[in-house]
């Protein structure tokens, strides 16, 4: 374990948020191949961490969440720590040997969570180690924050998997999840012009649950290709102050399951454009999108892209869907 001291500028110039590194070696019976390195740290000093905000490295622009000066602020407000995991390449991985295998339950689960073990000895923060999860993942490890929604669905607060889709048979298609797992909230996101993970399978998969009644939202960003998550702050941090004050994340006691009877809920009018995803199917657009009070009839050439927790969050969504085009200038 290493300790580190540094500053962040979500808080102020004076002040400064512990930093911790660890590292976990893969157990006989786990794929990863050697030891994976996570960083931890506390904007919120020594407050009982309420949740651990878990943004899973996979490029710059990813990453960018875990040093954000909003996100920082958001974190200290809300008693959160930081994580960031760093990639962990597997044994005989789909998609070769730098790759990382995207099922939890292969060794990349507990690895997190003992991860976490470690932090709680070693920080002071021993409620770390029963602490809830928000996660954040982008493409590989969105699919892996799919999954990982059906591997702890006691622990997770929230997920985000942003632009998913892996090789088969870990992409978001193959994403099987238990009934206790439908409580969680996701924020499922696909870029319009994405040539590798597209918006027909993160879609497929954002319907096939909330079919069965998950609290989950659907964004598209409109002319976006496999890149610029960071667009979608936010919009991201308004949906999680939301679901936060919902679920109310206690490290001692279990989350709350959200009424998504009220409410809002969003809809789209896709369009398809001439760009095609590493399967072959076209991706699409947003040509228009509305929002509406739940318990009314959907409007008519549209599909549903989910349930949105207050007036001002489904406003937000609005905008940002309307949006003809997204700044791609930060890629992965």
Same mark, same amino acid.
């Given at each position: 374990?290493?300790? /580190?001291? $540094?500053?962040?500028?979500?808080?102020?110039?004076?002040?400064?948020?512990?930093?911790?590194?660890?590292?976990?070696?893969?157990?006989?019976?786990?794929?990863?191949?050697?030891?994976?390195?996570?960083?931890? !740290?506390?904007?919120?000093?020594?407050?009982?961490?309420?949740?651990?905000?878990?943004?899973?490295?996979?490029?710059?622009?990813?990453?960018?969440?875990?040093? +954000?000066?909003?996100?920082?602020?958001?974190?200290?407000?809300? @008693?959160?720590?930081?994580?960031?995991?760093?990639?962990?390449?597997?044994?005989?991985?789909?998609?070769?040997?730098?790759?990382? &295998?995207? &099922?939890?339950?292969?060794?990349?689960?507990?690895?997190?969570?003992?991860?976490?073990?470690?932090?709680?000895? @070693?920080? *002071?923060?021993?409620?770390?180690?029963?602490?809830?999860?928000?996660?954040?993942?982008?493409?590989?490890? *969105?699919?892996?924050?799919?999954?990982?929604?059906?591997?702890?669905?006691?622990? /997770?607060?929230?997920? $985000?998997? !942003?632009?998913?889709?892996?090789?088969? =048979?870990?992409?978001?298609?193959?994403?099987?999840?238990?009934?206790?797992?439908?409580?969680?909230?996701?924020?499922?996101?696909?870029?319009?012009?994405?040539?590798?993970?597209?918006?027909?399978?993160?879609?497929?998969?954002?319907?096939?649950?909330?079919?069965?009644? %998950?609290?989950?939202?659907?964004?598209?960003?409109?002319?976006?290709? @496999?890149?610029?998550? $960071?667009?979608?702050?936010?919009?991201?941090?308004?949906?999680?102050?939301?679901?936060?004050?919902?679920?109310?994340?206690?490290?001692?006691?279990?989350?709350?399951?959200?009424?998504?009877?009220?409410?809002?809920?969003?809809?789209?009018? %896709?369009?398809?454009? &001439?760009?095609? +995803?590493? #399967? *072959?199917?076209?991706?699409?657009? %947003?040509?228009?999108?509305?929002?509406?009070?739940?318990?009314?009839?959907?409007?008519? +050439?549209?599909?549903?892209? *989910? #349930?949105?927790?207050?007036?001002?969050?489904?406003?937000? #969504?609005? !905008?940002?869907?309307?949006? =003809?085009?997204? =700044?791609?200038?930060?890629?992965?």
């Amino acid at each position: 374990m290493r300790w /580190i001291l $540094i500053g962040l500028l979500g808080l102020t110039t004076l002040a400064q948020a512990q930093s911790l590194e660890t590292i976990v070696t893969p157990l006989s019976n786990e794929t990863f191949a050697g030891s994976c390195r996570y960083d931890l !740290a506390f904007p919120a000093g020594r407050h009982v961490v309420r949740a651990v905000w878990v943004t899973f490295d996979r490029g710059r622009d990813i990453m960018k969440f875990y040093s +954000d000066p909003d996100v920082v602020d958001f974190a200290r407000r809300h @008693h959160l720590a930081l994580m960031m995991p760093h990639q962990c390449p597997a044994k005989n991985a789909p998609g070769g040997p730098k790759e990382m &295998d995207m &099922d939890p339950s292969h060794g990349v689960g507990r690895a997190l969570f003992t991860a976490l073990d470690q932090f709680a000895r @070693h920080s *002071g923060h021993a409620e770390l180690s029963s602490s809830k999860l928000i996660l954040l993942g982008f493409s590989g490890t *969105g699919a892996l924050f799919a999954h990982f929604v059906g591997y702890a669905p006691d622990r /997770i607060l929230a997920s $985000i998997p !942003a632009d998913p889709g892996h090789y088969d =048979p870990v992409g978001v298609d193959n994403v099987r999840l238990p009934p206790a797992a439908l409580v969680v909230p996701e924020l499922i996101m696909a870029g319009g012009a994405d040539k590798v993970s597209g918006t027909q399978r993160p879609y497929n998969y954002f319907r096939l649950y909330r079919e069965r009644g %998950a609290p989950w939202l659907f964004v598209v960003q409109n002319r976006t290709p @496999h890149c610029c998550i $960071i667009n979608a702050k936010s919009l991201i941090l308004a949906w999680l102050d939301e679901i936060i004050n919902l679920r109310q994340p206690s490290p001692t006691k279990p989350l709350r399951k959200i009424d998504d009877s009220r409410g809002w809920v969003g809809y789209i009018r %896709a369009c398809p454009s &001439d760009v095609h +995803d590493g #399967w *072959g199917t076209a991706t699409w657009d %947003a040509c228009d999108a509305s929002i509406q009070r739940t318990g009314r009839a959907a409007p008519a +050439d549209s599909i549903p892209a *989910g #349930w949105l927790p207050s007036h001002h969050v489904a406003t937000e #969504w609005l !905008a940002f869907v309307k949006q =003809p085009q997204h =700044p791609t200038s930060s890629l992965p």
